[in-house]
């Protein structure tokens, strides 16, 4: 196993201490002294005691960032909904770390509202990129966009909190079908294109009651 490396030492000191003294009671200075480290090394590695308990979103963001730029989806609200995956997958890999800053940020409300605009960064990217895509195609895309984009962050952010609440076995794939329905959902819209979206769903009905009705929706209206 590899060796924690200062960063990783002084997230662990902070949290301990957080739980032990409470968050205002915690000092820069208490964590690097509970880390076994210095307070320029503290600064080397973190801005403040806040950046601590965050994961590095700009970071992250330029991940999601690079996976719109090369997506080769067909729509771009399906590319956000495959982008907004390396959130989430972020936040498993992290673990127990995770866990331990949902409780906090649910109980600090400076935390909580960082948090807040944390999230809405995410939004306004998946919103930018949507809105991009669409332009230029007879129609306003800045309130599709918009509705899409919130769509995307709130299904992500509602399967995240049930895995941090330890209610999902199986996050990944809940979120997978949290996204399938976010693309339903906005399936009389397709703003990538001039061809006809097919949404397939189960239903109880025959295949032969179902044919006519698809025919009549796929064929182009008699003028």
């Known amino acids: ?58 970071q992250l963001l330029e991940q999601v960032r690079d996976r719109l730029r090369s997506a080769s989806h067909g729509t771009a609200l399906a590319a956000a909904c495959d982008a907004v995956r390396l959130v989430l997958l972020h936040y498993l ?34 919103r930018e990129y949507i809105a991009g895509r669409t332009a230029g195609r007879g129609e306003p895309a ?31 794939r809940e979120l997978d079908a949290a996204m399938r329905q976010v693309i339903l959902l906005f399936a009389a819209h397709v703003p990538d294109g001039d061809g006809t979206a097919v949404v397939a769903f189960r239903t109880s009905r025959p295949l032969e009651d179902l044919v006519p009705a698809i025919q009549q929706i796929l064929e182009p209206e008699e003028r």
Do not use: C
């Open 93 to 126: 890999d992290e673990g127990e770390l995770a866990r331990r800053r949902y409780a906090l940020t649910s109980t600090v409300p400076a935390l909580r509202d960082r948090e807040i605009v944390s999230v809405a960064r995410y939004q306004r990217l998946f």
């Open 142 to 172: 800045e309130l599709p966009a918009e509705l899409m984009a919130a769509a995307v962050a709130s299904a992500h952010n509602h399967v995240l909190r049930r895995w941090l609440r330890g209610e999902a076995a199986d996050p990944v």
């Open 1 to 58: 196993m590899s060796k924690p490396t200062a960063r990783d030492r002084l997230a662990q000191a902070a949290f301990d201490l957080f739980a032990e003294r409470g968050y205002e009671q915690t000092t820069v200075d208490d964590i690097a002294e509970r880390a076994g480290l210095g307070r320029a090394t503290f600064f080397r590695n973190y801005r403040s005691k806040e950046d601590v308990i965050f994961p590095d979103h700009d």
